[in-house]
């Protein structure tokens, strides 16, 4: 270590700017305080904190990133510098110890002795993600391999059970089969939530807030919300927040439902609408409503797995008669990226769908070949049960399900129903002859596909999320073909919420950057660059992770948050700014200092090779 002056050395042994020497050479993040970073190499920091850095990528508070050969960053303007484990648990015990001495930092080095305690996921670096860095990749089918046309998908859907709850319940056509017009398709969003005894739709924030509610169709204010949820807060959402699996199953269950998928947003038009007719017919709000039960079973009847094979129902006999209509083939630069990955490493499917019908969607949408496509199939694998419980695998006798097997019997290249993550992983082990493998799984569903295998099961995920595309992205020209009935003008975007006064992610925003390392439009886009490549993944406060390019909605938030809609090219120059000004030359001048160095003693190796 070199020291310029006795004050450089004054304040190397008397600050925290020494473990920025630690870091010299490692690449790492630096949050900078006006929320953008800057990733790169660190080539030097001096006893002042200012860091030059190489070879980096600075993001800027709207998402948007470029590449630079040199970076510099001036010490007023570092909030956080990641620190990678791996730069403390290099030196030995006896350098450890100095090295704290000289820090003046309390030492706790039992922690820092135990290398053992550092998990596999630590000693990869944790803002960068690449799909080779896993051993075993799994994949969920529906809308995530295979896209639906979620227009007519939710056309189909509401028609579906609003029949049946007109026929087979005897609910008043008046309301349920009223045309679709565009406000209605408007009031559809994904993740919403239903309130069913108030007969309410909810939409919330990341910290379970109510942030918008209807009751039927009609859009309640704040105060209205206030009155019905004290401080805007329900028990079955807290709960939700809290863990969402705590919903699922038991006695919330009977009290709220989320609407996670294009399989269900339909239900938030068809519960308000009978909500809004039994108001109708009352003369204003009841006490309490009971609709809840039929609309399940309507689902339940819809989705029913028996009615594909026999043809029942109005559901499976639309999709199996046209299913241009309803579902987009695959690209075939998808297909050869899957085929690439397989050779790389292990690949498997986890699907709800049962076997009859996942062959029928699947042969569609990924080609005949499909089954190839993977080192193993698991069908209505019934998430998120899938991950947490220990249901047995059954064997797969002409699509249908023949007996129970062994977790042990599992084949490579077989096709099976039901199963179990624990079980899975074992096979998994087995078959890539790796010790705790690296595990992945890239779904839509952001609770049955992204948190709980994050959370419960410690696995890796990559979130697919058809709205990154549909309310468009930052410095994206892409457009999603069911644009309209994904996006809600009603509701806001699907990431965050709009009309706060600060950035605030609504709940799925949350769940999407704290459960998932990168979140994507549609696998197509990854699968135009190579398998090599590496991305920046979500961590703390960043919304990196969004690729190709964070959504619209979130930019308009982080402008708003930093106060960009100034126009700093007009502002008076004042004396801060003037400052500003010298500090950035002087920046600049720290810069041209060190390339010359280098040049310097580039020049002296060369000189002292040629003698
Ligand atoms: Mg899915």
Redesign the pocket.
């Known amino acids: 270590m070199t020291f310029d002056s006795k004050e450089e050395r004054y304040f190397y042994y008397n600050s925290l700017a020494i473990l920025l020497k630690a870091v010299e050479n490692e690449r790492t993040t630096i949050d900078l305080r006006n929320e953008a970073s800057v990733y790169g190499t660190i080539e030097h920091a001096d006893a002042y904190m200012n860091i030059v850095m190489r070879d980096c990528v600075f993001t800027d508070p709207r998402g948007h990133s470029y590449s630079y050969t040199m970076f510099f960053v001036q010490a007023r303007n570092i909030r956080f510098v990641h620190i990678p484990p791996k730069s403390i648990l290099r030196y030995n015990t006896s350098d450890k110890l100095k090295f704290f001495t000289h820090f003046r930092i309390p030492t706790n080095l039992k922690y820092f002795n135990t290398t053992a305690s550092i998990t596999p996921s630590t000693q990869v670096n944790m803002s960068v993600f690449k799909f080779l860095d896993y051993d075993c990749i799994g994949f969920?089918?529906?809308?995530?391999l295979l896209h639906y046309n979620v227009t007519n998908m939710v056309h189909l859907i509401y028609e579906t059970v609003a029949n049946y709850l007109v026929t087979e319940r005897g609910y008043d056509s008046k309301y349920l089969l009223k045309p679709l017009e565009d406000k209605d398709i408007d009031f559809i969003q994904k993740g919403l939530f239903l309130d069913f005894e108030r007969g309410n739709i909810l939409k919330i924030n990341a910290n379970g807030i109510i942030q918008r509610a209807c009751h039927g169709t009609n859009l309640l204010s704040i105060e209205k919300i206030k009155e019905i949820y004290p401080e805007q807060r329900w028990e079955a959402t807290d709960a939700f927040c809290n863990d969402m699996l705590s919903t699922w199953n038991g006695p919330l269950s009977m009290k709220m439902r989320s609407l996670l998928?294009y399989f269900d947003i339909s239900s938030s038009l068809i519960f308000a609408r009978l909500i809004d007719a039994f108001d109708k017919e009352q003369g204003g709000p009841l006490d309490e409503y009971n609709i809840w039960p039929d609309m399940l079973d309507g689902l339940i009847e819809m989705f029913n797995r028996d009615h594909f094979k026999i043809d029942k129902g109005h559901f499976f006999p639309s999709l199996r008669e046209n299913p241009d209509k309803y579902m987009y083939k695959c690209s075939a630069r998808t297909i050869t990226w899957l085929q690439e990955l397989k050779k790389h490493c292990i690949t498997f499917l986890i699907?709800?769908s049962n076997v009859d019908f996942a062959d029928f969607t699947a042969t569609y949408a990924l080609g005949e070949d499909w089954k190839s496509l993977f080192d193993i199939i698991i069908c209505y694998a019934k998430k998120p049960a899938f991950f947490t419980e220990k249901r047995p695998f059954f064997n797969i006798v002409n699509k249908e399900e023949g007996n129970i097997i062994e977790s042990k019997d599992l084949k490579r290249g077989g096709i099976y129903s039901q199963g179990n993550w624990k079980e899975l992983t074992e096979f998994l082990e087995n078959i890539s002859g790796r010790q705790n493998p690296r595990y992945l799984y890239v779904?839509?569903?952001l609770l049955?596909?992204i948190y709980v295998p994050n959370s419960y099961v410690q696995c890796d995920t990559v979130a697919i999320i058809e709205e990154q595309m549909s309310e468009g992205m930052v410095h994206q020209k892409l457009s999603h073909p069911d644009e309209k009935v994904l996006n809600s003008t009603l509701w806001g975007s699907y990431f965050c919420l709009k009309d706060s006064k600060v950035n605030m992610n609504s709940l799925w925003g949350h769940v999407i950057k704290k459960y998932s390392k990168l979140c994507i439009p549609e696998i197509d886009l990854i699968a135009q660059q190579p398998l090599e490549k590496s991305y920046l993944c979500f961590n703390e406060e960043k919304y990196n992770g969004y690729y190709p390019a964070v959504p619209l909605t979130i930019k308009e938030q982080l402008q708003r948050l930093v106060g960009h809609k100034r126009d700093l090219t007009r502002t008076k120059r004042t004396f801060k700014t003037k400052r500003a000004e010298q500090k950035q030359q002087e920046g600049l001048a720290a810069v041209e200092k060190i390339l010359e160095n280098r040049k310097k003693r580039d020049q002296r190796l060369n000189e002292n090779k040629t003698d």
């Open positions: 969920d089918l529906d809308n995530t998928d699907t709800g779904g839509d569903n049955q596909d």
